[in-house]
């Protein structure tokens, strides 16, 4: 419905109408009646007030209003002169000929609740009673819409038809419903207005009083006959709407009178589902107390416990674990560990965890290709979020940190979190990750360390492979030239051949790296034995005479000391670097076999 228009020229006390009241505009935008038609006015006219009388709106000009004189019958009713109208009506003036907007006289008198004119009007022209304006409003329609109860009495028990909808198929008793107005309904029923009446959603008067947790009207509603199983255009029931909008006590009244706990939208979502969903926490304890199924699924196959796990509710998260079903939650290809971990929801996640809930559950392979990287695990969605805590937590619980087509340690080195790093690591992530559908001829730990030179030393210290850095297959003649970035990483290789390894060299050329080319070499140099720079990596050390140590440093055969060191790192083996304090060595030695002195 229409709000009026107000003028701008005049405190809103002196604009008469209300909102959502009967629509009132003619065809084609016709102004309301009251005020002229926006139009170039004569020079020199003086537009100083609005018509005060007008209860439709204004139409605002350039420096004021324009009035239109006003009808006097429109002016009789609006006065609740009676006399005036039985006057006009003994003269031989029609007043059933409706105006431009298909308002009568009549619609006007139950508009504005004038009783007597009312009356006048029905004995004066009985056919007419439940004519109809252009939006299909009828005088009992208007009545029931302003509030109007001595008028609706009088119209209905002129003969009235109680069901005449209006364009939007909302009846009066409809509208006595949407207002919460006790008296009209149980008027409108007493002339037996249809309680199961539907408006163009498919929504009762049942529906709408319950939206409004209005139980005196609920219980009218009921004794009259209105059906508590009614579904509007979408299968959803009262019952449905109480518990989507949280209305207890509405609930409680519908389940009295046997409403099915169960119910079920046609997208299969129940109403424990959605209560869920809009986090009513009371509504969920009394749904769960008369027995609702937790189990029952919605078109995507997420049950109530699901949707309390993504909104984070961790009161509806431990009311629904002792009910719910890990069959049916392992049958909906999604952990609601998954749901909490993506919305950073710690505490649900706890009581996920110590409801043993399976900590490696991945994901569905239809749900994992919703993402570019194809995640499957809860961990993975903790690591991409940068969330250390839940990291933690699931680490500790048995998380698996090598589950993922993509390392989670390969997200938290490219985040550059060194707390997320040592707790994969910790916890056994593979140092030596690689991406299957982007395959490098070196660990990809490194090549997304680069930009983090101190995070990169880390990875080195802990054992990771940087032989292969240096097994360039163009070696020291000329390469080709480097493919563009979308080129080397597309996700849709060609389907005759498999995509090429990236060599170390041409990730070190790319424009976002080549400047750190210089101190990246140096550190790796450290770790690996005799190896030669292919003619790339030689340019780009080259290219800055800052740089002409790393190439001496490079030169063979590297010094002994240094190959010793790798030896013994070597036979201890990169799982069990950590430990290398523990071996019977001086401390200045085993301080060099952990590159803490270098010399």
Known sequence: ????????????????????????????????RGHA????????????????????????????CWARPVDPVLKAIKEGDEEALKAMIKSGKNLAEPNKEGWLPLHEAAYYGQLSCLKTLQQAYPAV???????????????????????LQS???????????????????????????????????????????????????????????????MEILVSRGAKVESKNAYGITPLFVAAQSGQLDALRFLAKYGADIN????????????????????????????????????????????????????????????????????????SPLHLAAERNHDAVLQALLGARFDVNAPLAPERARLYEDRRSSALYFAVVNNNVPATELLLRAGADPNRDLISPLLVAIRLGCLRTVRLLLDH?????????????????????????????????????????????????????PAPPRSSR????????????????????????????????????????????????LKEHIESFEDWAVIKEKAELPRPLAHL?????????????????DLLPLPGRLIRYLKYENTQ
């Open 564 to 580: 010793c060191r790798l030896q013994v790192r070597k036979a201890v083996g990169k799982h069990r670097i950590k430990l290398l």
């Open 1 to 32: 419905m229409c709000q009026p228009p107000t003028c701008p020229f005049l405190p809103m006390d002196q604009v008469d109408g209300a909102s959502r009241e009967p629509t009132r505009l003619g065809p084609q935008g016709a102004v309301p």
């Open 129 to 151: 009673i439940d004519q109809r304006t252009l939006q299909e409003e009828t005088a009992l329609y208007l009545a029931t819409c302003r509030g109007h109860l001595d008028c």
């Open 428 to 480: 056994g992530a593979d140092l030596d990750a690689r991406i299957a559908a982007h395959p490098t001829a070196f660990p990809a730990t490194i090549m997304f360390a680069m930009k983090y030179l101190s995070l990169l030393k880390f990875l080195m210290d802990l054992g990771c492979d940087g032989e292969p850095c240096f097994s360039c297959r163009f070696g020291s003649g000329p390469h080709p």
């Open 263 to 334: 119910t079920q939208a046609s997208d299969s979502a129940s109403a424990l589902y959605e209560a869920c969903k809009n986090e009513h926490e009371d509504v969920v304890e009394f749904l769960l107390s008369q027995g609702a199924d937790a189990n029952k699924a919605n078109k995507d196959g997420l049950l109530p416990l699901h949707i309390a796990s993504k909104k984070g509710n961790y009161r509806i998260v431990q009311m629904l674990l002792p009910v719910t079903s890990r069959t049916r939650v392992r049958r909906s290809g999604v």
């Open 37 to 64: 038609e926006i139009q170039e006015l004569p020079a020199g006219v003086v537009k100083s007030r609005i018509n005060p009388s007008c209860r439709r709106g204004s139409v605002c000009l350039a420096r004021g």
């Open 489 to 536: 990483f597309s996700d849709a290789p060609a389907a005759d051949k498999e995509p090429a390894e990236v060599q170390f060299c041409e990730i070190l050329s790319t424009p976002e790296v080549s400047r750190w080319a210089g101190p990246i070499i140096d550190i790796l140099l450290d770790y690996v034995g005799n190896v030669q720079l292919c003619s790339r």
């Open 155 to 217: 119209l209905l028990q002129a003969g009235a038809e109680p069901d005449i909808s209006n364009k939007s198929r909302e009846t009066p008793l409809y509208k006595a419903c949407e207002r919460k107005n006790v008296e009209a309904v149980r008027i409108l029923v007493q002339y037996n207005a249809d309680t199961n009446h539907r408006c163009n959603r498919g929504w009762t008067a049942l529906h709408e009083s319950v939206s409004r947790n209005d139980l005196e009207v």
